[in-house]
């Protein structure tokens, strides 16, 4: 049976939020906010980042606008997460996985091709659809990378 | 127009290979066998993974089957491309990309619930294809995260 892309990427999304937290709790709790160096970001950054921007993505799906503000705004909500509790993120970044994978699956394949363009630039809806599954990827793989500068990674 | 999963990992992947490629050459020279630990690994050990993986993946779909070799000959080839030259390794991720983009591409979906069979690490079991072509896309998208997150320690990320 054909997979379309649409299927592929709501089915992978879940399971890339999944690997995210994983990464996450093999950290040694007390590095979850440590950094190698100064222009580094700590883990819990990297997840609240993903969390937020798995929602604005559902939003820039929908409405084809980006509503996350200002960086600041987006730098400050990012931050109040990070340094809040862990269940809230994580509980943040689950429900936000799987409204994304949702909106995703429901894109019709007329829409593929749209464009849509946001203050960092221009994008199709075929990339903004894959946003969140790169995303989470690109920084399970910045975790897992802390963990081996750690000697943590398994 | 629908777009099948297997275009879309086929246009992706060719995409990723160049962010990867630019996410190398983003660090200094002097920067690119390195690490922060000797624990971790250098954004130039981490390309030859991907170039050596996508051909395996590559073959996977062609013939079905994981190539032949053991883990060791899997890091001893990474490790001669890790010392090697930087072009040769470049023109090889380049080139595995392609082989692998062109074989999902032509991918039918009468395949897409195939088993087959890994051999390696963690990865090791048993797996529809549908499932082991996505890997190149993730690999490279994990490790292009990785390289960058290099570049942020030495204050480099642009």
Request: charged content about 20%; glycine content about 4%; hydrophobic content about 40%.
């Amino acid at each position: 049976m054909p997979t379309s892309a649409q299927t592929f990427l709501a089915d992978s999304i879940p399971v890339a939020a999944e690997s995210l937290i994983a990464a996450l709790l093999r950290l040694p709790e007390d590095k979850r906010l440590w950094t190698p160096s100064e222009t580094a970001r700590p883990a819990l950054n990297l997840v609240a980042e993903c969390a937020l921007n798995n929602g604005y993505t559902v939003d820039l799906i929908e409405t084809r606008q980006w509503t996350a503000g200002s960086m600041e705004e987006f730098f400050q909500k990012q931050t109040d997460l990070m340094n809040g509790d862990w269940a809230t993120l994580e509980a943040l970044l689950r429900t936000s996985a799987e409204r994304v994978a949702a909106c995703v699956r429901g894109v019709p394949d007329d829409a593929l091709n749209d464009e849509i363009v946001i203050p960092f630039g221009k994008f199709t809806m075929t990339q903004t659809l894959a946003y969140p599954y790169w995303n989470m990827s690109y920084h399970e793989g910045q975790i897992n990378y802390i963990a081996s500068i750690l000697g943590q990674l398994k | 127009m629908s777009v099948s999963m297997q275009t879309f990992l086929a246009d992706s992947c060719k995409a990723t290979c160049e962010n990867l490629i630019a996410a190398v050459l983003n660090l200094p020279e002097d920067k690119r066998l390195w690490s922060p630990a000797p624990t971790s690994r250098s954004a130039i050990n981490l390309i030859a993974e991907c170039a050596l993986g996508n051909a395996y993946t590559a073959e996977l779909i062609e013939t079905s089957k994981w190539p032949d070799g053991t883990l060791e000959d899997f890091i001893q080839a990474q490790t001669e491309l890790t010392n090697g030259e930087w072009e040769t390794l470049e023109a090889l991720l380049r080139s595995n990309t392609e082989r692998f983009c062109t074989a999902v591409r032509d991918l039918p979906d009468d395949r897409l619930n195939e088993i087959v069979e890994l051999p390696l690490g963690r990865f090791a079991g048993k797996y529809p294809i549908s499932f082991t072509v996505s890997y190149c896309y993730w690999n490279m998208s994990y490790h292009e995260g990785q390289i960058n997150y290099i570049a942020s320690i030495l204050g480099e990320l642009k």
